[in-house]
């Protein structure tokens, strides 16, 4: 095992997007922006997905991948809400309003943090400016330290119907070396008051690899997770890039895991949370069987976008909105500002804030459906993606400069299946699916240095 890691654990891109985001440019502009944005009225998926970003936290974690910070000034929050109900009705305006909305996510940041009228005031302009699916997820990513009872009843209340609680880790010694507070009530109690508000999803976010999660801490939290029951389980492997957030710096003077160590503790949590009867999904993620993203990986319909996985069913087009944020859209990325008072100052004058962006040829187009379909699956069938874009199987090989020789490795050490024009990726093969995905990206260069390691 010991040399399988070493062999395998090498930086290389998460595939949330294709191509992924260092290559994009600041050639796109807000124009290009808006172009893409008419464009996708005609290009699929016909539904919409919105992403709204709240880049503010009271109190930053040490050891955190996200664009956040504390507000510059207390007016800088009420100047940032005005400014994303600017930006959706600016994007509203050249949308096709037959286009139902499947998908809401209030990322961070902690989105839970800010005061909630604002909250509901933008959910309220969605509400007229948008055509709702009747299926509508609503989803917000909250800091359980800021989480009352009674804020449940609020958020149901102004319609969101699933919550990722962001716990790391249940112990205290834990969170205190990362610089987080814990839960403001028992975890137990507050997916309690949850449920009864309505929430009809309500998933748990977890960490491994901080410091202090020896094995048995690890296994204490992973079991009172489960105790629980939530519907999803992510166990998020933490990416140490100081060189993204210099404050990771911090975590080092208490010793990192080895990739031995940490390899024990995925399979830990793997092996705690199948016991329990949880379904594996994609990298990181763990859902109920009777969970849609289960349901979906059973019939191959999984799909993923910068917000985590969901199914083919929900997953719009993406439009973002706020401060570093991405849409998502067939032909194009578009990454707005990262600082989020040049975006204030961009959306105050009536102007799109994009700062860089990507666009996609057919190439890249179709190389980002085999990369999905490797990366959510662990499957893919070149007739079916040939059949989709209407071309042959050698012609959709040639594109992706397919050479079976590349995968013999992987064939070897158990990793990957070919049958025919099929592809599955094994259960082993899984923990290195990043570097399956490698094998079809005919545009990997030398930026893999810039990317965290794969295990
Ligand atoms: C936007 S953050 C969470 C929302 C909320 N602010 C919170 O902390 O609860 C989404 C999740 O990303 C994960 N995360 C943050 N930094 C990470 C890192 N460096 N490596 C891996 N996962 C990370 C955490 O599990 C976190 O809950
Ligand atoms: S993990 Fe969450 S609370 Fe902590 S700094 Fe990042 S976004 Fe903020």
Not at 267 to 273: I, K, S, V
Not at 288 to 302: F, T, Y
Not at 372 to 393: E, K, P, Q, T, W
Not at 406 to 429: A, C, K, Q
Request: hydrophobic share 35%; charged share 25%.
């Amino acid at each position: 095992m010991k040399d399988f890691l070493t062999k395998y654990n090498r930086p290389g891109p998460r595939y949330t997007s294709y191509p992924p985001a260092p290559y994009f440019n600041e050639q796109f502009t807000p124009d290009d922006y808006r172009e893409s944005v008419i464009a996708s009225n005609s290009e699929e998926p016909p539904s919409i997905s919105i992403y709204i970003h709240i880049p503010f936290c009271p109190q930053l974690c040490y050891f955190c991948g996200c664009n956040t910070g504390k507000p510059k000034d207390p007016g800088d929050i009420k100047r940032y809400a005005d400014a994303l109900k600017e930006e959706i009705k600016m994007v509203s305006g050249l949308l096709d309003k037959n286009r139902p909305v499947t998908q809401i996510h209030w990322g961070g940041g902690t989105p839970n943090s800010i005061p909630y009228e604002y909250i509901s005031g933008i959910m309220e302009l969605l509400k007229a400016e948008f055509k709702f699916h009747k299926k509508i997820e609503v989803a917000i990513e909250c800091n359980p330290a800021y989480l009352s009872p009674e804020n449940a009843g609020e958020l149901a209340g102004m319609g969101f119907n699933r919550v990722s609680l962001g716990i790391q880790d249940f112990h205290g010694e834990v969170l205190e070396k990362v610089n987080r507070l814990p839960s403001a009530m028992p975890a137990e109690e507050l997916v309690k008051h949850l449920r009864k508000s309505g929430f009809e999803g309500v998933n748990l976010d977890l960490m491994y690899g901080l410091p202090g999660q020896t094995p048995p801490v690890y296994t204490d939290t992973i079991k009172k997770a489960i105790s629980l029951s939530p519907d999803r389980i992510v166990t998020f492997s933490y990416a140490h890039v100081p060189w993204f957030n210099p404050s990771m710096k911090k975590v080092e003077k208490f010793g990192l895991p080895s990739t031995g160590e940490k390899f024990n503790l995925f399979n830990t949590g793997y092996n705690l949370l199948t016991s329990a009867g949880y379904i594996p999904v994609g990298l990181d993620h763990y859902a109920l069987p009777e969970d849609e993203l289960s349901l979906a990986l059973k019939e191959r319909k999984l799909h993923r976008n910068f917000q985590g996985y969901c199914t083919k069913e929900t997953t719009g087009q993406v439009y973002a909105f706020g401060s570093s944020s991405i849409s998502q859209l067939w032909n194009a990325y578009s990454q707005n500002s990262k600082d989020y008072i040049r975006y204030i100052e961009k959306i105050e004058k009536g102007k799109f804030a994009t700062e860089r962006g990507y666009r996609l040829n057919r190439r890249e187009i179709i190389t980002r459906e085999v990369i999905n379909s490797i990366m959510c699956n662990g499957h893919l069938n070149f007739s079916d993606i040939a059949r989709n874009f209407g071309i042959s199987v050698d012609e959709l090989k040639e594109l992706l400069s397919y050479n079976q020789g590349s995968l013999d490795e992987f064939i070897e050490d158990g990793l990957v299946e070919i049958e025919g024009e099929e592809l599955n990726v094994t259960r082993r093969g899984m923990l290195v699916v990043r570097n399956i995905a490698m094998a079809f990206d005919f545009m990997i260069d030398g930026r893999q240095q810039r990317y965290s390691k794969t295990i």
